[in-house]
């Protein structure tokens, strides 16, 4: 139970203060004696109302500022939040370590982890680590190693277009490295660990078209807001080879379902798949179906 109290906090403390800048939760979540560290500003801040002007600083440099929780999790009277914050450097100066950085207009998206430790229903201690480094190369403090490459949503709509059109569904294995990016990541909910990296990508379009050769897939809807696409799509084909341990069946299978990608340095990042699985495996006679 206080695994989860607590926990419930720490989402108050991300949802109301950091994303929504709601000083009066500040009052209602933090002990008095409350210490914040992070190594991106000058540290600690003190208490309430040293957070409050801490929080206040951020949202006035980065008034879309939002942290995006990833990972929860509690033991004891600790939290430990794993976040991608993301922003645009569009407002007042940030106050560094490196000075005050008036604002560029560019926008940010950085990793970072939070340990909270709360006491009888109050934080008493965020201790911060966030990728400072690539916030200041990001919003043009630092210089970069290479300049991040920058897509329109309609480039990125075209991109994923290449992704189906050749690579689903043309099965050119040599056109991964060019749409996708070496670290990529596609999750899938049926799978216990998503495949990752150039090799595993072409491992799960080799292994599914071989079990649908002649598959096609057609993307019904898409939307496409910054760096990311949105794709509803049907699939039809034929089970002619082994899926999933399901010898072929010869089944005329028609599949429906979702993806979302992630661009980054103008190549798909990250893939979020979901399709209709119990209708995949009813079709191929693996589950019975109602009918």
């Not at 007042?92 to 490196?98: D, I, K, R, W």
């Not at 040599?174 to 072409?202: C, M, Q, W």
């Not at 096609?216 to 341990?245: L, M, Y």
Request: net charge negative; charged share 20%; glycine share 8%.
């Amino acid at each position: 139970m206080q695994a989860e109290e607590n926990k419930a906090i720490a989402r108050r403390y991300y949802d109301e203060i950091m994303n929504q800048g709601n000083l009066a939760t500040i009052d209602e979540l933090l002990s008095p004696d409350f210490l914040f560290t992070i190594p991106t500003h000058p540290e600690p801040y003190h208490g309430p109302d040293g957070f409050k002007q801490l929080v206040t600083m951020l949202r006035g440099a980065f008034p879309d500022v939002h942290l995006s929780v990833e990972h929860l999790l509690a033991d004891g009277d600790t939290v430990v939040g794993h976040w991608t914050g993301s922003g645009t450097h569009a407002g007042s100066p940030l106050h560094t370590v490196l000075g005050d950085i008036p604002a560029s207009g560019k926008h940010f998206s950085i990793d970072g982890i939070s340990w909270l430790r709360i006491v009888d229903g109050k934080i008493v201690e965020s201790l911060a680590n966030e990728d400072t480094l690539g916030l200041l190369q990001q919003i043009g403090v630092l210089p970069s190693e290479s300049a991040p490459v920058t897509t329109t949503p309609t480039e990125n709509k075209a991109l994923v277009a290449r992704y189906f059109n050749e690579i689903m569904n043309q099965g050119k294995l040599d056109v991964i490295e060019e749409v996708i990016a070496s670290n990529v990541t596609v999750r899938i909910p049926t799978l216990h660990e998503p495949f990752r990296g150039y090799e595993g990508v072409k491992y799960f379009v080799t292994g599914l078209r071989a079990a649908f050769p002649d598959i096609k897939f057609t993307v019904e809807r898409q939307i496409a807001e910054k760096d990311k696409v949105a794709c509803r799509f049907t699939s039809i084909s034929t089970h002619q080879g082994e899926f999933q341990g399901i010898l072929p069946t010869g089944n005329s299978i028609k599949d429906q379902g979702v993806d979302i990608f992630r661009i980054a340095n103008g190549k798909i990042a990250e893939v979020w798949v979901n399709e209709n699985a119990l209708g995949l495996l009813q079709q191929l006679g693996a589950i019975p179906s109602s009918n």
